[in-house]
């Protein structure tokens, strides 16, 4: 398992920036680079990542390509191929994004059509059409859960893979995002064993946060830094530990370095105490 998380440092070199991702205690990367990167970079992009034993985790795809906004779903739907093609390009783990939503102007927002039979279809569709203009060899795209999408459960993970058909569709796992119920709140433990026991090697990345619940009349969770709310982390860990050595877990949503710092130290923490190793 590797720990990773944005870098910070200035750099202007491949070798500068791997040397600043393990600099910041990572093994594991966001993807530097976008698209339009021409095949030297990509190339010496990847050359210094495996010489200084970085792996390239997720190249981040964030669009919505099930809009009900013709011309922004067309748009989505080149952007994750364009993505999945640099993941390709580069030998990441994965490209990630979420399944997309209804929602006509909010990308990730909640809609009464998310849930739908007809929903489910239309990312079924999009997904084979990502992943067909690509053909990806070394790569995957994963799709993220959402509170407010589908998929929102391993039953519904294991659903949209059956009904896709691609063996280059896979996992993202952020555990926080199937927490949207006190039920799932305090039964983070058993959600991430379930979760994890029915992906497997499926999850090709994870994200690190933290859900908190909190005291309102009406159930009101927030995201909080890892170690701040009810999750699990030493299930979570433990758990995507038995998945592989290369797994990545990156930290996301803080603010600062020293944030990132804060929380990696917590993860580290948490990890030792399970006899656990980032390294």
Request: charged share 25%.
């Amino acid at each position: 398992m590797r720990l990773g998380g944005p870098v910070f440092a200035a750099w202007n070199t491949p070798d500068e920036w791997a040397t600043a991702v393990r600099a910041a205690g990572y093994r594991a990367a966001y993807c530097p680079l976008e698209p339009n990167a021409d095949d030297d970079t990509v190339r010496a992009f990847a050359a210094a990542a495996q010489a200084h034993d970085v792996v390239i985790a997720e190249v981040g795809a964030w669009s919505n390509p099930i809009s009900p906004d013709s011309l922004t779903r067309l748009a989505a739907i080149e952007h994750c191929q364009q993505h999945l093609l640099l993941a390709d390009r580069l030998g990441a783990r994965c490209c990630v994004n979420i399944a997309g939503s209804r929602h006509a102007a909010q990308w990730d927002g909640a809609h009464p059509d998310n849930l739908s039979d007809d929903t489910f279809a239309l990312i079924v569709e999009t997904l084979r059409r990502i992943i067909d203009a690509v053909k990806p060899t070394r790569t995957f795209y994963t799709v993220e859960a959402s509170p407010f999408l589908q998929p929102d459960s391993a039953e519904a993970f294991e659903k949209l893979l059956a009904a896709v058909k691609r063996d280059r569709l896979a996992v993202h796992f952020d555990p926080v995002d199937l927490i949207n119920s006190p039920k799932r709140y305090y039964g983070s433990t058993r959600i991430i064993k379930d979760f994890v026991a029915a992906m497997g090697p499926r999850i090709k990345s994870c994200h690190a946060r933290d859900v908190i619940l909190r005291p309102a009349p009406l159930v009101h969770l927030d995201q909080v830094p890892p170690g701040q709310g009810g999750l699990d982390y030493t299930t979570y860990l433990k758990s995507i530990k038995r998945i592989g050595a290369d797994v990545p877990i990156l930290l996301e949503h803080l603010p600062d370095a020293a944030d990132y710092q804060q929380a990696g130290e917590y993860l580290r923490g948490v990890a030792g105490k399970a006899q656990i190793s980032f390294d």
